[in-house]
């Protein structure tokens, strides 16, 4: 039994065939409308358009980086001349510095050697002295 209130296979069906024919029609008429081409046609234009800018960024980030790494590479060749060139002063600063200090241990040597020498000069002295102040003891005079 059915409800009086709810509708039969066949009244579903013919409600479902309308909707469908009123959507295809529907369809039909965006399809044939005249003003359709156009708004396709400025939609690709537009995609056109945008393609065309994506490209442009594209290729002007490309020639950006290149200018970049050009830039690196001049900065990078700089940093090392400017590295070699200081290696070079340190390089003669440590000549330099080995040079001085073999002149001043030299210099320490030959005051040392004039120290021992003047040293034993006067221990030599002494030692004649006390000789000679024992001999004049002994002798007497």
Known sequence: ?????SPDLRDRQTSAAA???ALLEKFRQ?????GRAEREAERRA???ARTQR???REAARKVHEAELEAERARLAAE?????????????????????????????EAEKATQLAAD????RDARYAARKAAKKV?????
């Open 19 to 21: 909707a469908k024919k």
């Open 30 to 34: 965006a399809a044939e409308d005249p």
């Open 119 to 122: 040293q034993k000069a006067a």
């Open 137 to 141: 003891r002994r002798r007497g005079y």
């Open 46 to 48: 537009i995609v056109e």
């Open 54 to 56: 994506e490209a442009e």
């Open 79 to 107: 940093a090392e001349r400017k590295r070699l060139q200081e290696e070079v002063v340190a390089e003669k600063a440590r000549k330099d510095a080995a040079e001085l200090a073999a002149l001043v241990a030299a210099d």
């Open 1 to 5: 039994m059915s409800s009086p209130h």
